[in-house]
């Protein structure tokens, strides 16, 4: 008995292939981004931070400058900024920083910020307590936010072998679009009681 498989000829089999082939391929790439943020945030790997609901409460008189970053992904219209470039804090410290975003365009947009932490080492002691990369984000046309994020540096960099040295952490945010939830309701046309 033949199989449907072996009844096909050398074109129909080779045209199947590619169609899985390329199926495959554009589902490794959709999924490579999540993916990579689930490895990061597992291993640290890529300067990923960690997150606390508040500091240890041990402060040091040893000062951590931070450098603030901000992009957008390429054909993603917001303007983004940090409001600050850099802060100095005291290791254990807790910071409050804040980004800026506008949509100059005439539609709502969704955004999702993704981010890492340099050098890589320190990323393993620079805990975020709030942050506005942990929800999607939706601004309205012509809306302009600031975005805040508190974090401190863990005081136990300065026995980390390989972070030890480190003197200034530099924090990178990058926003990309997100499709807005069927279940998003604007501001404007909430309903209040």
């Known amino acids: 008995m033949m199989t449907t498989w072996n009844r096909l000829t050398g074109i129909q089999k080779t045209t199947l292939q590619t169609v899985g082939v390329v199926i495959f391929m554009g589902g490794m790439g959709w999924a490579a981004v999540p993916l990579y943020d689930l490895f990061c945030r597992v291993t640290g790997y890529g300067g990923t931070t960690n997150t606390a609901t508040e500091s240890r409460g041990?402060?040091?008189?040893?000062?951590?400058?931070?450098?603030?970053?901000?992009?957008?992904?390429?054909?993603?219209?917001?303007?983004?900024?940090?409001?600050?470039?850099?802060a100095e804090i005291r290791i254990g410290e807790v910071g409050l920083a804040f980004y800026e975003a506008y949509n100059p365009t005439d539609a709502p947009i969704a955004g999702t910020a993704s981010y890492n932490v340099s050098p890589y080492e320190a990323g393993r002691f620079f805990t975020k307590i709030d942050c506005?990369?942990?929800?999607?984000?939706?601004?309205?046309?012509?809306?302009?936010?600031?975005?805040p994020v508190t974090y401190f540096v863990d005081p136990d960099i300065i026995d980390d072998r390989d972070a030890r040295g480190t003197h200034t952490i530099t924090l990178s945010y990058t926003f990309h679009a997100t499709d807005i939830p069927a279940d998003y309701v604007a501001p404007e046309t909430e309903m209040t009681n």
Request: glycine share 2%; aromatic share 14%.
């Open 58 to 86: 041990m402060v040091l008189d040893q000062t951590m400058r931070v450098r603030f970053d901000a992009s957008v992904a390429r054909d993603f219209p917001w303007e983004f900024r940090p409001q600050e470039r850099t």
């Open 132 to 147: 506005f990369c942990f929800e999607l984000q939706v601004l309205q046309p012509g809306e302009r936010v600031l975005m």
